[in-house]
């Protein structure tokens, strides 16, 4: 109305920042690399038998994984992944090759092509490869588990749901609820991988006797 002192706009309230995504339990964490990696050591690559130097982390990981010591599995999990990297072995087919970690020579940051990108979108793009690489993999450990008899039980389509859930753009953690059903109920239906058979060390020179 006429006369009346200006008054200012009322203030506005900010937007709510969006709540960060809750942890993801360290077990389901494990099982995303203690399952396919089982499947890996089950490859006719290793001719029926897994050398003690990739069965030895793998047992180790699957023990402590069983006691609840998940910071112990990781470790053994990374022992593993290493090994898998190793020139000696014979080459991992795709998708496990995925499962390797070679130790890279050092190099600066700003090689890495992400380096210049805010660190919350260096961490989705992180997230978004390792469930890419997660998709492969449960899709070749189903497909593998099927040519060798054990009943899918539903998981093609779950290995499904999540491929589709990633290409529709719907939040990783929810994307990657198909794979989780995947490591979940695939891992306690395969086998045990088959350990090299140690060699014997030689016998012992017979003693030789003699009359003096």
């Avoid at 001719?47 to 069983?66: N, V």
């Avoid at 795709?94 to 970690?101: A, Q, S």
């Amino acid at each position: 109305m006429p006369g009346a002192p200006n008054r200012p706009p009322e203030p506005t309230a900010a937007p709510a920042p969006p709540a960060a995504p809750a942890p993801e339990p360290p077990e389901r964490k494990i099982l995303r690399r203690l399952v396919p990696s089982h499947v890996a050591l089950l490859q006719e690559s290793w001719k029926g038998s897994t050398p003690p130097e990739l069965l030895g982390p793998f047992e180790k990981a699957e023990a402590a994984f069983r006691a609840g010591d998940f910071a112990g599995a990781s470790g053994a999990l990374d022992l593993l992944a290493i090994r898998f990297a190793e020139p000696r072995w014979p080459s991992l087919a795709e998708p496990y090759r995925r499962l390797r970690v070679a130790i890279p020579a050092p190099v600066p940051p700003h090689w890495d092509p992400d380096h210049a990108l805010p660190a919350d979108e260096r961490d989705r793009r992180r997230s978004r490869r390792a469930l890419e690489d997660q998709v492969e993999l449960a899709a070749g450990c189903v497909a593998w588990a099927q040519a060798h008899g054990i009943d899918p039980d539903g998981l093609p389509a779950e290995v499904e749901r999540s491929r589709a859930a990633l290409a529709a753009g719907v939040p990783l953690p929810d994307a990657a609820a198909g794979i989780d059903a995947v490591w979940e109920r695939l891992g306690p239906k395969l086998p045990r991988p088959k350990a090299a058979a140690s060699r014997a060390p030689p016998p012992a020179p017979a003693e030789e006797t003699g009359e003096a």
